[in-house]
């Protein structure tokens, strides 16, 4: 259905109007005709004259006064232009209108305004608990965390001498406002760690050796998935970018007061984002379908199938050197390339088509689109899901009895390395600046048919392929410039953002300082570093007491975040054991614990598979699976899937507490250690208007105009512009005027001409006069011409003739005859 709009409608109405004034000028003097007779005063012949000549008739029947053959050219030319103004008048009339439109602008300066809480109306507002006063915690190994306290209680018993340590695992104060004043500091939008919490939580008690009491771990419980709406969303406490990946940390509000045409603001907002790079193997799993017992699909004939990867690999070898995750560039592409290349030796050495050793390759029997028989143990494929995995070479079975292996050298400990040489941090790594967390994984995409038929239909006996790929994912923090739009309504639906791009700095001391912890007595898998702002890149560590955490800084852009991948993470899976770590620091934790499941995800109904999470895999989800399937036909798209399920993961894992007027990490608060302030919920939006004024932008409704609509318009004005100018010229030569204008309007009157030859004498009277004499004079009109005066009736030579049945109104003494200027009438004239 086509959209009117108001100038669409003007137009119309301009074009309805125009034809209606065609209407009276042609119907009125047809009827007006219909009551004429040929005997009227001969004022009244003139006034009809006028009626009738100045209607559409004499052009639509084409009589004399519309001739243009034998007219004087200033006669001519001034109809052509007269006809031709009329029609750009028409034109202009109709198409000028359109042009006209209504816009929501901007305006021009911003307002100052109070923002309140917009409540959450979907699964994540529903679900999300409310916030918890329990502690921020923190867990370094066997000993107190910097800036905390152990004590150590001895007891004699017998010869021996027992000690019992009691460790103070929370969060200091001191640590905790270096960290939000930092961020404040940058922007006052800008969160900390101590601005995320857990979104879904228990509460537990410490045990023996803390002094902690109450305290909360994280117990992951999906409310949402969000990958399939390929859009920027807000959710509780979040800005989820579905789109590039990557979460950002705002407890959202809104103006307080609604404005009609809605408001925009722009706010800097931490963000922690995945960054994936992934290279194609180049080797297929190819196998058949067939529909066993319970009409359920079976792979059958599954082989590993060689499209370039195994007969086209680089020789020599890549290097191998150790990677290094300090910040910087992390080399993802090359990290995924190396794993490659390796995961693609080995599994040919496991095959004996190549020599053990990478370093010294000296043949590579097979050629492109040659397959490898896989044993019928490997079953973990489904072919309409994908599958991530940590493990290198997952698809092949490997025997540790002696007799298998001094025939083939390769074993499971040659495709582990692989994993370790990618990811760079160990479990052993400092916990520093420099131990980037850095995961590496083999992804095999969805199924698609390589015999013809539609890659979402399983027929029995279709041939499916599946491509691999090896991505190697890092996590950094960032700084976006959000551009916020709030339209009228009520509640977190109401707000959008328009655009969440990269924060550009106009000068390298804008540019962010990060701090990372460095936690020289500990690894990094017996304490995580606490990370953040410290303000711009002039700034210091203002707090004395910052030198007790040995704050390893970095002006950039981002900072990639500490940390490494290990299966025995405290995971976001409850069935892993929540409960092994008494640590509440979601800031240090989620991020990694979200990469590691975004790296080991299978489908459901597969070993491996925990109930609690999402299936990412695609398996319950055809949309799921066809979005998997499209974007498996690139490395880049390969790696937008990690992306995106990292950022649904996280998303559902935590939330952010610091928005406009609202902050769980408050300054003010003097206790000794941190306690979170709830996140407010519907029923006390009114008490939540901040006294903090925020620069906003209103929008307003202006009216405006596309020019090119305006082209007929311009056209009329300047052709009138112009026969305006050459009035005023004529008339300062006095060639026209007022004057000139009545005589030739008398002077072509049909009234006067008639009178002209029945009373010459009055024809040189003005106009007042002539009519004041000759007004209630009649005329006869008939189509005998002109004859000489017969019975008082006198005859008038024209196309029509004109008679008098009254006697004329002249000087009785002055017979016609008596003018010698007017000549005798032919007969038959």
Same mark, same amino acid.
């Given at each position: 259905?086509?959209?009117?709009?108001?100038?669409?409608?003007?137009?119309?109405?301009?074009?309805?109007?125009?034809?209606?004034?065609?209407?009276? %000028?042609?119907?009125?003097?047809?009827?007006?005709?219909?009551?004429?007779?040929?005997?009227?005063?001969?004022? *009244?012949?003139?006034?009809?004259?006028?009626?009738?000549?100045?209607?559409?008739?004499?052009?639509?029947?084409?009589?004399?006064?519309?001739?243009?053959?034998?007219?004087?050219?200033?006669?001519?030319?001034?109809?052509?232009?007269?006809?031709?103004?009329?029609?750009?008048?028409?034109?202009?009339?109709?198409?000028?209108?359109?042009?006209?439109?209504?816009?929501?602008?901007?305006?021009?300066?911003?307002?100052?305004?109070?923002?309140?809480?917009? %409540?959450?109306?979907?699964?994540?507002?529903?679900?999300? %608990?409310?916030?918890?006063?329990?502690?921020?915690?923190?867990?370094?190994?066997?000993?107190?965390?910097?800036?905390?306290?152990?004590?150590?209680?001895?007891?004699?018993?017998?010869?021996?001498?027992?000690?019992?340590?009691?460790?103070?695992?929370?969060?200091?104060?001191?640590?905790?406002?270096?960290?939000?004043?930092?961020?404040?500091?940058?922007?006052?939008?800008?969160?900390?760690?101590?601005?995320?919490?857990?979104?879904?939580?228990? !509460?537990?008690?410490?045990?023996?050796?803390?002094?902690?009491?109450?305290?909360?771990?994280?117990?992951?419980?999906?409310?949402?998935?969000?990958?399939?709406?390929?859009?920027?969303?807000?959710?509780?406490?979040?800005?989820?970018?579905?789109?590039?990946?990557? $979460?950002?940390?705002?407890?959202?509000?809104?103006?307080?007061?609604?404005?009609?045409?809605?408001?925009?603001?722009?706010?800097? $907002?931490?963000?922690?984002?995945?960054?994936?790079?992934?290279?194609?193997?180049?080797?297929?799993?190819?196998?058949?379908?067939?529909?066993?017992?319970?009409?359920?699909?079976?792979?059958?004939?599954?082989?590993?199938?060689?499209?370039?990867?195994?007969?086209?690999?680089?020789?020599?070898?890549?290097?191998?050197?150790?990677?290094?995750?300090?910040?910087?560039?992390?080399?993802?592409?090359?990290?995924? &390339?190396?794993?490659?290349?390796?995961? !693609?030796?080995?599994?040919?050495?496991?095959?004996?088509? *190549?020599?053990?050793?990478?370093?010294? $390759?000296?043949?590579?029997?097979?050629?492109?689109?040659?397959?490898?028989?896989?044993?019928?143990?490997?079953?973990?494929?489904?072919?309409?899901?994908?599958?991530?995995?940590?493990?290198?070479?997952?698809?092949?079975?490997?025997?540790?009895?002696?007799?298998?292996?001094?025939?083939?050298?390769?074993?499971?400990?040659?495709?582990?390395?692989?994993?370790?040489?990618?990811?760079?941090?160990?479990?052993?790594?400092?916990?520093?600046?420099?131990?980037?967390?850095?995961?590496?994984?083999?992804?095999?995409?969805?199924? @698609?048919?390589?015999?013809?038929?539609?890659?979402?239909?399983?027929?029995?006996?279709?041939?499916?392929?599946?491509?691999?790929?090896?991505?190697?994912?890092?996590?950094?923090?960032?700084?976006?410039?959000?551009?916020?739009?709030?339209? @009228?309504?009520?509640?977190?639906?109401?707000?959008?953002?328009?655009?969440?791009?990269?924060?550009?700095?106009?000068?390298?001391?804008?540019?962010?300082?990060?701090?990372?912890?460095?936690?020289?007595?500990?690894?990094?898998?017996?304490?995580?570093?606490?990370?953040?702002?410290?303000?711009?890149?002039?700034?210091?560590?203002?707090?004395?007491?910052?030198?007790?955490?040995?704050?390893?800084?970095?002006?950039?852009? +981002?900072? &990639?975040?500490?940390?490494? $991948?290990?299966?025995?993470?405290?995971?976001?899976?409850?069935?892993?054991?929540?409960?092994?770590?008494?640590?509440?620091?979601?800031?240090?934790?989620? &991020?990694?614990?979200?990469?590691?499941?975004?790296?080991?995800?299978?489908?459901?109904?597969?070993?491996?598979y925990q109930g609690q999470l999402p299936d990412y895999s695609g398996q319950t989800s055809l949309a799921l699976y066809a979005k998997w399937q499209n974007m498996t036909l690139s490395a880049d798209g390969t790696a937008g899937i990690i992306n995106l399920i990292w950022t649904d993961l996280a998303a559902n894992t935590v939330v952010g507490t610091k928005g406009w007027g609202l902050t769980a990490a408050s300054l003010e608060n003097s206790t000794l250690f941190l306690t979170n302030?709830?996140?407010?919920?519907?029923?006390?939006?009114?008490?939540?208007?901040?006294?903090?004024?925020?620069?906003?932008?209103?929008?307003?409704?202006?009216?405006?105009?596309?020019?090119? &609509?305006?082209? %007929?318009?311009?056209?009329?004005?300047?052709?009138?512009?112009?026969?305006?100018?050459?009035?005023?010229?004529?008339?300062?030569?006095?060639?026209?005027?007022?004057?000139?204008?009545?005589?030739?309007?008398?002077?072509?009157?049909?009234? +006067?001409?008639?009178?002209?030859?029945?009373?010459?004498?009055?024809?040189?009277?003005?106009?007042?006069?002539?009519?004041?004499?000759?007004?209630?004079?009649?005329?006869?009109?008939?189509?005998?011409?002109?004859?000489?005066?017969?019975?008082?009736?006198?005859?008038?030579?024209?196309?029509?003739?004109?008679?008098?049945?009254?006697?004329?109104?002249?000087?009785?003494?002055?017979?016609?005859?008596?003018?010698?200027?007017?000549?005798?009438?032919?007969?038959?004239?």
């Amino acid at each position: 259905m086509v959209s009117l709009t108001v100038a669409d409608v003007s137009g119309m109405i301009a074009a309805g109007v125009f034809l209606l004034q065609l209407i009276p %000028p042609i119907i009125l003097p047809a009827i007006l005709i219909a009551f004429i007779t040929n005997k009227n005063s001969i004022v *009244t012949w003139s006034v009809l004259g006028r009626l009738l000549h100045s209607s559409y008739w004499p052009s639509i029947l084409r009589t004399e006064t519309a001739a243009s053959s034998g007219v004087g050219r200033p006669v001519l030319v001034t109809g052509y232009v007269q006809n031709a103004v009329r029609v750009l008048l028409w034109l202009a009339s109709i198409v000028t209108p359109l042009g006209l439109y209504e816009s929501i602008e901007p305006a021009k300066s911003q307002t100052d305004t109070g923002f309140v809480y917009l %409540p959450d109306r979907s699964a994540f507002g529903y679900g999300t %608990p409310s916030r918890t006063n329990a502690s921020f915690t923190r867990i370094c190994g066997q000993g107190a965390c910097p800036g905390s306290s152990m004590s150590q209680n001895c007891s004699t018993e017998g010869f021996a001498t027992i000690c019992n340590s009691t460790v103070d695992i929370r969060m200091p104060i001191e640590l905790r406002d270096l960290l939000v004043s930092g961020a404040a500091n940058f922007s006052p939008s800008v969160s900390s760690i101590f601005d995320m919490q857990w979104r879904t939580y228990v !509460n537990l008690e410490s045990g023996q050796g803390s002094t902690t009491g109450e305290f909360i771990v994280g117990k992951v419980r999906p409310l949402s998935v969000l990958i399939l709406d390929e859009s920027i969303q807000l959710v509780e406490g979040l800005i989820v970018d579905m789109v590039s990946g990557g $979460i950002g940390f705002r407890n959202h509000t809104g103006p307080a007061a609604s404005s009609g045409y809605g408001s925009t603001w722009q706010e800097d $907002i931490l963000f922690v984002e995945p960054e994936t790079q992934c290279v194609n193997l180049n080797v297929t799993l190819d196998f058949g379908i067939d529909y066993g017992y319970g009409n359920l699909p079976t792979i059958v004939n599954q082989v590993l199938t060689d499209r370039g990867g195994f007969s086209q690999m680089q020789r020599p070898a890549p290097s191998f050197a150790s990677a290094t995750n300090r910040q910087g560039d992390l080399l993802l592409w090359d990290r995924a &390339y190396r794993a490659a290349w390796l995961n !693609n030796f080995y599994t040919l050495a496991y095959f004996n088509a *190549t020599d053990p050793n990478p370093s010294n $390759i000296t043949r590579l029997d097979v050629t492109e689109g040659q397959t490898f028989e896989l044993s019928s143990d490997v079953n973990f494929t489904v072919f309409q899901a994908i599958r991530t995995t940590t493990d290198y070479g997952e698809y092949l079975v490997f025997d540790q009895s002696n007799t298998t292996r001094s025939s083939n050298p390769i074993g499971e400990e040659n495709f582990i390395a692989i994993t370790e040489l990618c990811a760079g941090s160990l479990f052993n790594s400092p916990a520093n600046i420099d131990s980037s967390i850095v995961g590496c994984s083999l992804l095999y995409g969805p199924g @698609n048919r390589i015999d013809g038929g539609n890659s979402l239909i399983p027929d029995q006996g279709s041939r499916w392929s599946v491509p691999i790929y090896s991505c190697a994912s890092a996590i950094h923090a960032t700084v976006r410039t959000v551009t916020f739009q709030y339209k @009228n309504g009520t509640g977190l639906d109401a707000l959008s953002v328009t655009s969440a791009l990269p924060k550009v700095y106009a000068d390298a001391i804008d540019a962010p300082r990060w701090a990372v912890e460095n936690l020289a007595d500990f690894t990094i898998s017996d304490a995580q570093p606490t990370w953040g702002i410290l303000g711009t890149s002039n700034s210091s560590l203002v707090d004395p007491s910052a030198s007790t955490y040995n704050m390893s800084t970095l002006v950039s852009e +981002r900072l &990639y975040l500490p940390g490494y $991948i290990d299966q025995n993470y405290p995971l976001l899976n409850g069935a892993k054991g929540i409960t092994d770590s008494q640590q509440n620091l979601p800031g240090v934790d989620f &991020y990694r614990q979200s990469l590691y499941e975004a790296l080991t995800v299978v489908a459901l109904g597969t070993p491996g598979y925990q109930g609690q999470l999402p299936d990412y895999s695609g398996q319950t989800s055809l949309a799921l699976y066809a979005k998997w399937q499209n974007m498996t036909l690139s490395a880049d798209g390969t790696a937008g899937i990690i992306n995106l399920i990292w950022t649904d993961l996280a998303a559902n894992t935590v939330v952010g507490t610091k928005g406009w007027g609202l902050t769980a990490a408050s300054l003010e608060n003097s206790t000794l250690f941190l306690t979170n302030a709830s996140l407010p919920t519907e029923q006390s939006v009114a008490g939540l208007s901040s006294t903090l004024q925020v620069p906003i932008t209103l929008y307003q409704r202006h009216i405006r105009y596309r020019l090119p &609509y305006a082209i %007929p318009a311009i056209i009329v004005l300047a052709t009138i512009l112009f026969i305006l100018s050459t009035l005023l010229v004529l008339l300062g030569q006095r060639r026209t005027g007022s004057t000139k204008m009545r005589q030739l309007l008398d002077g072509t009157a049909a009234g +006067r001409i008639m009178a002209l030859l029945l009373w010459p004498k009055e024809s040189e009277m003005t106009g007042i006069e002539w009519i004041r004499n000759v007004r209630k004079r009649q005329v006869r009109v008939t189509s005998d011409g002109v004859f000489p005066e017969e019975d008082g009736v006198l005859h008038v030579s024209s196309n029509e003739a004109v008679t008098s049945e009254e006697e004329p109104d002249v000087d009785e003494t002055t017979p016609l005859d008596d003018h010698p200027e007017q000549e005798e009438p032919e007969e038959g004239r």
